[in-house]
């Protein structure tokens, strides 16, 4: 009975050994497997990551575009020997310092002080003494008859007396400039260089004049650049004012021509003062 317990034993220890020389296990609870770290993956983005922190860039406000306007002051004067009066609204540029401003309120300014002072001495060398009235006067009033954009187109209507003449009288002044380019405008920039634009100008206009009840004077109209120094640029077309007794007698008034872009068409420069009123 010993013999076989020892022999049971035995051969148990023998398994048992075995069992270890063969790496394998009994038992039947499997541990939980040992996490795998694996190698992390970058993001691919087309880009190569900086080594460095980005550079910060100081962001500052700039300046706001000027806003620039168009207002006027009112010029007054008057004298007591001989008597007269002087009105007129001055226009100027306001809300910027820049050349271009200035310029444009230097030559308005040199124009309309000019045709005030010429009116002044006139007064003063001719009027009667005693005077035969109540003096002599003068009123100048002005419309900005271009679009809203660069081009500043100004009309101005000067009306006056001179004391002891049989009826008041007037005229006009014109005044184009390009803010854009600070340059006051002739009416020769407005079209092909080398091209005869008075001559087109004058046809259509005397056609005009022409079926009007006016009598009118030919020779007003006649394509010659003084006949046309007083022009306007409009958004409807370029518009010519005549003054009293220059195509017509003075009671049927001044004259005034608006002839359509489309009849100039050939001869515009497309590049030129007008390329942005035209588009």
């Known amino acids: 009975m010993n013999k076989r317990i020892l022999i049971l034993g035995s051969t148990l220890l023998i398994l048992s050994l075995a069992t270890l020389a063969c790496g394998i296990t009994l038992n039947l609870t499997p541990e939980p497997p040992t996490p795998t770290t694996l190698p992390t993956q970058e993001l691919v983005t087309g880009l190569t990551p900086p080594t460095t922190p980005p550079t910060q860039v100081l962001v500052t406000e700039l300046p706001q575009p000027s806003v620039i306007s168009l207002v006027s002051n009112t010029f007054e004067e008057s004298g007591e020997n001989p008597p007269y009066t002087i009105t007129a609204q001055i226009p100027y540029l306001q809300g910027s310092d820049e050349a271009r401003v200035l310029l444009f309120?230097?030559?308005?300014?040199?124009?309309?002080?000019?045709?005030?002072?010429?009116?002044?001495?006139?007064?003063?060398m001719d009027a009667p003494n005693p005077p035969f009235g109540t003096?002599?006067?003068?009123?100048?009033?002005?419309?900005?008859?271009?679009?809203?954009?660069?081009?500043?187109?100004?009309?101005?209507?000067?009306?006056?007396y001179f004391d002891g003449a049989a009826h008041p009288n007037s005229y006009s002044l014109t005044f184009n400039y390009d803010l854009a380019a600070g340059q006051q405008l002739n009416l020769h920039q407005l079209f092909i260089p080398g091209a005869d634009y008075l001559g087109p100008i004058?046809?259509?206009c005397k056609g005009q004049l022409s079926l009007r009840d006016i009598a009118y004077f030919e020779g007003g109209a006649d394509p010659i650049l003084e006949n046309y120094r007083n022009w306007n640029i409009t958004a409807a077309g370029l518009l010519i004012s005549f003054d009293p007794y220059q195509v017509a007698a003075y009671a049927v008034g001044p004259q005034t021509v608006l002839i359509p872009y489309a009849e100039?068409?050939?001869?515009i420069d497309n590049t030129g003062p007008l390329a942005g009123i035209l588009e």
Request: charged share 15%; no cysteine; glycine share 6%.
């Open 105 to 124: 309120n230097q030559l308005v300014d040199d124009l309309l002080h000019g045709d005030i002072d010429n009116f002044r001495a006139s007064v003063l």
């Open 202 to 204: 004058a046809t259509y």
């Open 135 to 160: 003096g002599s006067n003068y009123e100048l009033q002005y419309t900005l008859m271009s679009p809203p954009g660069d081009i500043l187109s100004l009309k101005f209507d000067i009306y006056f």
């Open 264 to 267: 100039l068409n050939a001869i």
